[in-house]
């Protein structure tokens, strides 16, 4: 899920920038400094929404450098469990597929990628036995998180699946539902 999460920080404005006007030179900052971090408590940072408050600069002897207390507001990502999310197979390999889900991907494990026994081909495509229905790269799907791990912090794992009632490729689920209003009919 995407949150705008509030920061108080002390950022480090390098002389280079000095004659630039103090907010750019200070949004220019924290963009290098936050962009891509990944927290477990934050999730991934995707960029600066806003800065609210700057209170005076402060000079360190022997640095040259200015220091700001800041309040900032982040656009950050974080996989929520259970969280239904769209996204778009990256790559398939023979124990799953890897789906792109905003800044992060996330794994799907051949178990979990359809109600069928599947088969991995070697074109790189995960077929079901019963259903025929096939999985391959750049398809759009839905998949609901069902484990996050922050063990490496600079890649964190998410697992996911689709073997659940509307999830699954998009053509899958629109299958699934014009079958039941047919039904209904």
Known sequence: MFYKTLVKDHIRVSPELFAKPTKDAITEEIKKQYEGFINKDMGVVIDVYDISKIDEGVVIPGDGAAYFDTEFTLITYKPELQEVIPGQIK???????????????????????????????????????????????????????????????????????????????????????????????
């Open 91 to 185: 790559d398939i390999a023979d124990f799953g597929a890897f789906i792109t889900m905003g800044p992060l991907d996330g794994m799907i494990h051949i178990s979990q990628t359809m109600d069928d026994f599947v088969s991995f081909s070697k074109d790189k495509v995960l077929l079901g036995k019963e259903s025929k229905r096939n999985l391959k790269v750049n398809d759009k799907c839905k998949a609901r998180i069902i484990a996050v791990s922050y063990k490496d912090i600079a890649n964190p794992k998410i697992g996911l699946t689709m073997r659940q009632e509307q999830l699954g490729k998009l053509e899958w689920i629109e299958e699934t539902n014009q079958k039941k209003a047919a039904k209904k009919e």
